[in-house]
């Protein structure tokens, strides 16, 4: 019963994270996204997770669920860079 109570926690948590980023200017394209953001760095923005990696980081432009973004509207919508330097 609790990884139940557990996993709808995490669930509650993604739909939130997701909610916020509703308002977010993603791209496909990583070109499109300099030009939209070009005093900023962009970004590899995982969805799901709201964790972002940089240019050369090993997931950057790797993950199933993701997309471009500029790092400071990342960040205004509740996303964080990775811990982890990957």
């Known amino acids: ?3 139940i109570a557990r ?4 669930l509650v948590v993604g ?13 496909s394209d990583e070109s499109v996204a300099k030009r939209h953001c070009p005093a900023d760095t962009v970004v590899w923005l995982n969805l799901p997770t709201m ?4 240019k050369g980081q090993r997931w950057y432009g790797m993950t199933q669920h993701g997309a471009f973004a500029c790092e400071k509207e990342a960040a ?4 964080r860079a990775t811990r982890n330097g990957q």
């Open 51 to 54: 964790i972002w990696h940089y």
């Open 76 to 79: 205004a919508n509740g996303a």
């Open 7 to 10: 996993f709808l926690a995490g």
């Open 15 to 27: 739909i939130s994270l997701a909610a916020a980023a509703v308002g977010l200017a993603t791209f």
């Open 1 to 3: 019963m609790r990884s």
